[in-house]
């Protein structure tokens, strides 16, 4: 842990010495630059946290994204979006977003799982693409165990079987708010493949995968255009 701190407070004191075209908001409240955000997260459950990036500045910016995994571990799966989604091993967007003089972002997207408990840092800089000292920073610290406490304000269940599966799954959900809410299955790049809408109560959907490329897909209820539940769904041949 020591070294840890270490590590952060080394980011840090980097971070803090550069100035600044660009702000963080985080649930719509301003960042300080190295703010940290904390989250509890589920074992094998995927975690999305969103940030938007203002630009303060009187000029437009083309505005980067690079990752830095501060501590992480073997079973640990990270990776973002900005102006696509990318693959875990991808830690810089290959092109920016341009931000327009005292204007908003809302592209970002940080998601991690992980099947290992533990506790987990990543560091995420914006920066300026021809100024890499312009830049503002935010750590995410993710507390994983089996019985942290989901981030949802009503009983939301989402199971499916088989898995792994070949050619058909049944998706079994339980929810009673279904305002905006369907259930989407996306690839591990983020490309949809499926969605559909949500009736309230018990439910079950059935779907053919039959067609499906064998690999690894995540399956969530998403309300409002933002998951309340994710989790991880193999096809296998």
Not at 6 to 19: D, E, Y
Not at 41 to 65: A, E, G, P, R, Y
Not at 77 to 90: L, R
């Amino acid at each position: 842990m020591k070294q840890t701190l270490s590590i952060l407070t080394f980011f840090s004191c980097i971070l803090f010495a550069n100035a600044q075209s660009l702000e963080l908001y985080y649930n719509d409240t301003k960042m300080i630059n190295g703010d940290t955000i904390s989250v509890n997260v589920l074992l094998d459950n995927l975690d999305q946290q969103f940030i938007t990036v203002k630009n303060i500045s009187s000029s437009t910016k083309s505005v980067m994204v690079k990752r830095y995994d501060i501590l992480t571990a073997e079973g640990v799966i990270i990776s973002f979006c900005w102006d696509a989604c990318y693959p875990p091993e991808t830690t810089v967007s290959p092109t920016p977003i341009d931000i327009n003089a005292d204007d908003i972002c809302e592209n970002f997207t940080a998601d991690f799982m992980s099947s290992t408990k533990g506790r987990f840092y990543v560091l995420y800089v914006f920066y300026d693409k021809n100024n890499k000292n312009d830049s503002a920073a935010a750590y995410i610290e993710y507390n994983c165990t089996n019985n942290a406490i989901a981030a949802l304000q009503e009983n939301v269940v989402l199971n499916v079987y088989p898995n792994p599966a070949k050619d058909k799954v049944k998706f079994n959900y339980i929810l009673e708010n279904t305002d905006n809410a369907f259930l989407r299955v996306y690839t591990i790049t983020g490309d949809i493949v499926f969605q559909q809408a949500l009736e309230s109560g018990s439910n079950t959907i059935s779907l053919d995968v039959n067609s499906w490329a064998t690999g690894v897909y995540m399956y969530a209820i998403v309300k409002n255009n933002r998951n309340y539940i994710t989790k991880k769904l193999i096809i296998a041949k």
